[in-house]
């Protein structure tokens, strides 16, 4: 792979906050994990009150995590993303949504489109029903695996 296409890679990482990137050109496969490092290259961070810091997280985090668990009130099948990206739920601003909550969706039909370097990606349900909840705001960026939808 050409060395400033791999750099052009570092940098679209770098910049887009997204954790992980991976590219299979040919034979030739990279993958870029973005250790998300708060500190520039070259600066020391200090930290010595680390004690007390981890004391007083141990409970934010354990109070965060049944609130993110608790954020789908809906039941039902959850069509998540298959890729790192931005979620828009019309192919142009436009257009109408491909789907509401509300809407009765077949295996097939486009629920949205995930940009990913450029290229529009239309994902489509896996899963007959009614959509329940949309669960990402329009031009919203999404993680792999994100719950994207919920269709009873």
């Known amino acids: 792979m050409d060395l400033r296409k791999l750099k052009t890679l570092i940098d679209l990482v770098s910049e887009s906050g997204i954790s992980e990137l ?5 034979e030739d496969r990279v993958r870029i994990v973005n250790a998300g490092s708060p500190a520039p ?3 020391v961070v200090y930290a010595n009150p680390a004690p007390v810091q981890a004391t007083q997280a141990t409970p934010a ?3 965060a995590t049944p609130v993110a668990e608790e954020a789908p009130a809906e039941t039902g099948f959850v069509a998540r993303s298959p890729m790192v990206g931005t979620f828009y739920r019309a192919p142009n601003p436009e257009s109408p949504d491909f789907v509401k909550v509300g809407d009765t969706v077949k295996v097939g039909q486009t629920l949205c489109i995930i940009e990913a370097m450029k290229l529009l990606n239309e994902i489509e349900s896996e899963q007959a029903g009614v959509i329940k909840q949309i669960l ?3 031009g919203q960026g999404v993680e792999f695996d994100q719950p994207l939808f ?3």
Request: glycine content about 12%; hydrophobic content about 40%; some cysteine.
């Open 136 to 138: 990402c705001e329009n």
């Open 41 to 43: 290259a070259g600066q």
């Open 22 to 26: 991976e590219v299979n050109e040919g």
């Open 150 to 152: 919920i269709i009873a």
């Open 61 to 63: 985090v354990a109070q």
